[in-house]
């Protein structure tokens, strides 16, 4: 049985209920936070000083890789949910693109055993929308959804045509299932780094914007068209931000998301041929820093995720272009937000409901508040630590922060 804990004046951020206050609070692992005198009523309490302190609702994550199924060299449900639980995240998305890929049900419901027996963080995956995501026969979206996954993606996995996605489309609508893309017109996006001064200036083979927006139009009509639920994942540009801004504008379905290093980091971080900057979508201009940074401020943009890939040391140490793409984030992710308030770019009421009750709407889960029995986590804002230090619990330390002192970390979680 979990011991409660109260913590005596304690500031207390719940965007889901409009909270933003100092006061006790209880707290418990399984039971909904108990705010005020009530937090005080049960004698067999822990008691704890709660001055300076933040307590939030466990944060919700719309995209990590967690590197099972299939090889654990880059890490394993187990160590990056425990990454994800030290970062914050009690509550994970799960992209399909694993090995099998999860396009049947039985694969689905073995990762979400998997995490449970972790018990550290729940995962929620998303299904195929094409058997093996090879991107032609569609894959069995009712028994992915039965099996629990919240969605289905093709991940960056091409698809055959444009008819084809469509189809996949209409099935999704039909099924009632929200559709989660990662957008990339492949025959745009052979390159290996931003289309801009730095690609050219090294020789690198350019990925222009339009490989994204390109396709984010595409999908922007054929949601139109068939009415489907869709959620646009990790957008790179200002454009992108506008053609989500139009589709909002017409009412359409969608929810959009950005992952934090992309509202910390441009193509200059690529200087020097440094591997650890080969993300994907890569990373691009200040302006377009600046404009996703304002699409999650204005609510454009709904939701912030990790974009978490760990991997091994190995796979960074190939050219650049050859290097595998992806940054270890989940335990960066609350430091580098609480870094976007303290540079006036976001309230801190902005950036905690981009990592709660946003994302938990567009899984239209019960969580994502503290309301609920979904989990809640104390956080120090003024703690300094350094990244990828002995506390570092992922696999992968493939961060581009690595050695970087940062401010702010969880201290408790439950």
């Not at 963080?121 to 919240?150: D, H, Q």
């Not at 990790?234 to 992952?259: N, W």
């Not at 193509?267 to 996703?292: C, K, Q, T, Y």
């Not at 976001?346 to 239209?364: C, D, F, K, Y």
């Amino acid at each position: 049985m979990s011991t409660a804990i109260v913590y005596r004046g304690i500031r207390v951020i719940d965007p889901a209920q409009g909270l933003d206050l100092v006061t006790d609070a209880r707290i418990c692992a399984g039971e909904p936070t108990i705010l005020g005198e009530a937090a005080l009523s049960d004698s067999s309490i822990e008691i704890r000083d709660g001055k300076g302190l933040w307590l939030t609702p466990a944060f919700v994550d719309l995209c990590a890789r967690l590197r099972e199924p299939g090889p654990k060299k880059h890490g394993t449900i187990a160590s990056e949910t425990r990454a994800a639980r030290a970062g914050g995240f009690g509550h994970v998305v799960m992209p399909p693109d694993t090995n099998p890929v999860i396009d049947h049900g039985a694969l689905a419901a073995q990762v979400i055993e998997k995490a449970q027996a972790a018990g550290f963080a729940k995962v929620y995956p998303l299904g195929a929308m094409t058997r093996g995501l090879e991107g032609s026969a569609l894959a069995g979206m009712g028994g992915l959804k039965a099996a629990g996954c919240v969605g289905v993606s093709q991940a960056r996995n091409p698809l055959a045509s444009t008819e084809t996605l469509l189809r996949c489309l209409e099935y999704a609508s039909s099924m009632d299932m929200t559709v989660f893309f990662s957008l990339e017109e492949p025959s745009l996006a052979k390159g290996s780094a931003h289309d801009g001064f730095m690609a050219s200036r090294m020789g690198l083979t350019g990925i222009p914007d339009t490989a994204e927006t390109v396709a984010l139009a595409t999908a922007i009509l054929l949601v139109e068209q068939t009415g489907v639920r869709a959620h646009i994942g990790q957008l790179s540009c200002a454009a992108s931000v506008e053609l989500i801004r139009y589709a909002k504008a017409k009412g359409l379905p969608v929810t959009a998301d950005v992952s934090m290093h992309q509202l910390h980091l441009t193509e200059m971080a690529i200087d020097g041929f440094n591997a650890m900057a080969h993300v994907r979508p890569p990373l691009r201009r200040e302006s377009d820093r600046l404009a996703l940074i304002a699409g999650v401020r204005d609510g454009v943009i709904d939701a912030i995720c990790s974009d978490h890939q760990p991997l091994n040391a190995s796979a960074k140490l190939a050219p650049f272009a050859e290097a595998l793409p992806g940054m270890s984030t989940l335990e960066t992710v609350l430091p580098l937000g609480l870094r976007l308030v303290t540079n006036g770019d976001l309230t801190e009421q902005r950036l905690i409901e981009a990592l709660t009750s946003a994302p938990a709407g567009v899984i239209a889960q019960p969580i994502g508040s503290l309301s609920l029995a979904s989990g809640a986590v104390v956080i120090d804002p003024l703690l300094s630590w350094q990244a990828c230090d002995a506390n570092w619990q992922s696999v992968g330390r493939n961060s581009l922060f690595a050695g970087q002192t940062l401010s702010g970390r969880v201290i408790e979680s439950v």
